[in-house]
């Protein structure tokens, strides 16, 4: 059952758009396609029960799904662009939702396997590039969505594994979509901090930086 979320800055936030250039939310753009059990599904026609594909936990059944518009120009990864079918057709994502790039190259730079790259560090590579085509609700306005499980996971987007997390002190500025019965009961637990992979980097911007030299000379 949706339930609208009552927070005053979530209804500002809709109706005026905000910038969430600095505010570390890794987010997908209205009209993204969510891996489920029973195939894609656009990212805002997703409901409670739900079961999702993640990574690490195969499938797993969505808690909350949140919404809120932004006048902050979502990133385009052009489809093919880190692979074969990766992503299978251009997605849009917020700047700072961070992607899932695993490669043996990476071991000696970083230390690990496995990394989540920031996107909005990767403008400028294999045709990844700020979207100016216009918000998709009119004028400058975009709507993003935020897909919340029990634990913080990373999903498949468009072909694209991209790190859905919990995102503290920033859940007011969504308005509930979906919420499932523990999400609605207390609320508090959206707010829970993200737990780290620690075999998993989450690179920061000089990092992300060095994964365009490194692939290119892999």
């Known amino acids: 059952m949706a339930q609208a979320y ?23 753009r209205r009209g993204a396609k969510i891996a489920t059990r029973h195939g894609e599904k656009a990212v ?27 006048d902050t120009p979502s990133v385009m990864v052009p489809a093919g662009a880190l692979g074969r079918n990766v992503p299978v057709r251009n997605c849009y994502v917020s700047p700072e939702a961070r ?13 690990a396997h496995e990394v989540l790259v920031p996107v909005r560090d990767l403008v400028g590579w294999r045709g990844i590039t700020e979207d100016q085509t216009g918000g998709d609700l009119g004028g400058d306005l ?13 999903l498949t987007v468009d072909g694209l594994q991209v790190d859905m997390r919990h995102v503290q002190d920033s859940i007011h500025l969504f308005e509930t979509v979906q919420a499932d019965d523990m999400a609605r009961l ?11 992979d620690k075999w998993r980097r989450r690179l920061d911007r000089q990092e992300a930086a060095r994964v365009v030299a490194v692939r290119n000379r892999a």
Do not use: N
């Open 6 to 28: 009552s927070a005053q800055t979530a209804a500002e936030a809709t109706s005026q758009g905000i910038d969430i250039t600095e505010t570390g939310l890794s987010l997908v």
């Open 44 to 70: 805002e026609t997703l409901q409670i029960g739900d079961d999702l594909v993640s990574r690490d936990k195969g499938l797993i059944p969505l808690r909350w799904l949140g919404r809120l518009r932004a």
């Open 99 to 111: 992607i899932w790039m695993r490669g043996a190259e990476f071991d000696a730079v970083f230390g």
């Open 142 to 154: 975009h709507e993003y969505y935020l897909v919340l499980c029990d634990t913080p996971q990373i």
């Open 186 to 196: 207390f609320p508090e637990l959206l707010a829970l901090e993200a737990r780290s």
